[in-house]
Nanobody, 119 residues
């Protein structure tokens, strides 16, 4: 089974920084996309940032210029450096992994890590 384990969440003051990590293990096709999603109570889950195994990235408009996603393909690990945090960034952050094999799409999720930004 593919497993994703997130770490690095916590409580931080507005303007502070956190670095999230997500380590994936198991049978993972080397060409894949990893990303970070977040969900606050009563809100839809949204994509925060994504990165392909080739290094292409994309970000939600709300985090551009503040967050940076990166990955280490050899370790199957993705990171999210979050700077200039705002209270509206408060959410559970989930690490996701997806890859395609002929005729099927595979999607995996971590358990989530809580990020709380105090005002």
């Amino acid at each position: 089974q593919v497993q994703l384990v997130e770490s690095g969440g916590g409580l931080v003051q507005s303007g502070g920084s956190l670095r999230l990590s997500c380590a994936a293990s198991g049978m993972i096709f080397r060409i894949n996309t990893m990303g970070w999603y977040r969900q606050a109570p009563g809100k839809q889950r949204e994509l925060v940032a994504g990165i392909t195994s080739g290094g292409s990235t994309n970000y939600a408009d709300s985090v551009k210029g503040r967050f940076t996603i990166s990955r280490d393909n050899a370790k199957n690990t993705v990171y999210l450096q979050m700077n200039s945090l705002k209270p509206e960034d408060t959410a559970v952050y989930y690490c996701g992994l997806k890859f395609n094999l002929p005729g099927k799409e595979y999607n995996y999720w971590g358990q989530g890590t809580q990020v709380t930004v105090s005002s």
